[in-house]
């Protein structure tokens, strides 16, 4: 593996659900060590991108590689084996609920790496000190804990296996804008501790702006256009002109009848 | 009109046959787990206890007013003058061979496949299964197979409880409201029941138990859409569950007694 061999790369992947097309020959890299962040509407076909990376959907069409190796044709336990290069942060946080908190950061330690439970749970412990929570949220469930808690907690997880890549799904959304900073913080903070590679999906610019050195728009399965974060605001691309500012008019036809 | 009604046949037929290769590759995909490592003792042990444990209230309650009633009706249907031992023995063999394994059945697919599909299908919609892909354990393994083994253990158990409290129950209404001899009630129900009448229950009992646990995990694996599509996920287990439990029990009988 070379210097340049993208940590991830998408290469004319294409998915369906029934007649709907979801990913359009999409293509995508993500270099080692950078922080890429993909912006579009909403069923706009990102979370799909994501899931098919993890081998969570399988695409039509395309090739998906992660260092250089094709996921699409492993076996199962090579496949197994790449994920645990993977955490992943989901949208709704996604905890275990019949799991405490501290069960929960320890979940990927203790059930895919066959540590020991007291051994994991020092690092859970380590973990959740890390994205600002106290001892005393361990021992709790996640309903239990507020909607900014529970994105933290499922931050520690997505961190508690040092990944080489990390998966952030809408990362900010639904909470306000005191707290999703403070979780913009964090990972920019545990990206940069772990040297890891972080591919997010948002529509939340104020997140994107902060956390990204690339940006990348996907608009139809598609996507048309990436660059780095200084360059977003003079794209010359009406699509992303029209998305960063939010406005309701422009080339982006949201699918709303007009009373 | 003539072609529209063809085409409801087309795509009716188009989507069962699309449902039962679902179920095929569900049953195979958890099944070839069984047998493979790693393996979740503590999730089967707390399974057992769930759906094993906590079902023996109702299943007992069941089976005791079911032989209570049969005894009512053989009696008063027969008016022999040997009743005794004709009530004793069609109490023991309905029980053992049928209603003790279908209704305890039923009533297990109504408490375990709709909390098993529940349970499953809001995991689904809240990513929490995707999460244990990303954490490096299987879902089907750590999900499905446990609910499995411990309903397959656990039923022929629940059912062997609820042949002795159905014949107890005949019992008790024979010796109670009909004035038999209970000495020569025991004596006849225990000279004419055989082992075979009982392990052939227990055959049953195991079969459906795979069916209740195959259903809810399938259900609630496939749910997708919400509080509402969970709703339909518990529905469609129980129901489908119930019918499967009632057409394998015709199939298995014509087998396990044909001369």
Redesign the interface.
């Known amino acids: 593996m070379t210097k340049d061999t993208p940590k991830i790369e998408l290469r004319n992947v294409s998915k369906r659900f029934g007649s709907k097309v979801v990913l359009d020959n999409l293509s995508l890299t993500v270099s080692p060590g950078k922080s890429l962040i993909v912006i579009g509407g909403s069923g706009s076909g990102k979370s799909v991108m994501l ?1 098919c990376v ?3 959907i399988r695409p039509d069409k395309g090739e998906i590689f992660v260092d250089g190796k094709n996921v699409l044709k492993m076996s199962g336990g090579e496949r ?1 084996e790449t ?2 290069k ?3 942060l ?3 946080g ?4 019949s799991l405490s908190v501290w069960e929960n950061v320890a ?2 330690l203790i ?4 540590m020991k439970r007291q051994a994991a749970k020092e690092i859970a412990y380590d973990k959740l000190a890390k994205v600002g929570l106290g001892a005393e949220v361990g021992a709790l469930y996640p309903a239990e804990l507020s909607g900014g808690m529970q994105k933290r907690v499922g931050l520690a ?1 997505a961190i508690a ?1 040092d990944p080489d890549i990390i ?1 952030f799904d809408e990362p900010t959304t639904g909470l306000d804008p005191i707290m999703a900073d403070v979780i913009n913080d964090l990972i920019i903070a545990s990206v940069k501790d772990l040297g890891a590679t972080a591919l997010s999906i948002t529509h939340d610019m104020a997140s994107a702006r902060k956390i990204a050195d690339e940006v990348a728009m996907i608009y139809k399965g598609q996507i048309i256009w990436k660059g780095p974060r200084a360059d977003i605001d003079n794209s010359g691309n009406d699509y992303v002109d029209q998305f960063i500012h939010g406005r309701a008019d422009g080339p982006i036809k949201m699918e709303v009848l007009k009373p | 009109m003539q072609l529209n009604f063809l085409a409801i046949i087309g795509q009716v037929a188009l989507a069962l046959f699309a449902e039962i290769g679902r179920v095929t590759a569900f049953t195979w995909s958890a099944v070839s787990h069984i047998l493979r490592p790693p393996f979740f003792w503590r999730l089967l042990s707390q399974q057992m206890m769930r759906i094993g444990y906590f079902s023996l209230p109702v299943v007992a309650l069941t089976a005791f007013f079911t032989g209570g009633a049969l005894a009512l009706q053989i009696y008063y249907g027969g008016n022999n003058i040997n009743s005794e031992a004709i009530v004793s023995t069609i109490v023991a063999l309905g029980i053992t061979r049928e209603l003790g394994p279908v209704l305890g059945g039923l009533m297990v697919a109504g408490r375990v496949a709709a909390a098993i599909a529940a349970e499953l299908g809001t995991m689904r919609v809240t990513e929490q299964i995707d999460a244990l892909t990303t954490l490096s354990t299987n879902p089907i393994k750590y999900l499905v197979v446990p609910r499995l083994v411990a309903a397959v253990i656990t039923l022929p158990l629940l059912v062997l409880v609820a042949d002795i409290i159905g014949v107890m129950g005949g019992f008790v209404a024979g010796t109670a409201s009909l004035n038999f001899n209970p000495g020569v009630y025991i004596n006849s129900t225990v000279s004419f029941l055989k082992a075979g009448d009982i392990t052939s229950g227990l055959i049953k009992a195991g079969v459906f138990g795979f069916i209740i646990a195959l259903m809810g995990c399938f259900h609630g694996f496939h749910s997708k859409g919400g509080a509402q599509g969970v709703g339909r996920a518990t529905t469609n287990a129980v129901v489908s569950s119930s019918v499967l439990i009632l057409a394998s029990n015709y199939v298995m009988t014509s087998l396990l007694f044909a001369k």
Do not use: N, S
């Open positions: 899931k993890l081998g969570i197994e994920l645990r993977f955490g992943m989901f949208q709704g996604a905890l275990f609920d979940f990927g059930q895919g790496r066959k997880r296996a998966f």
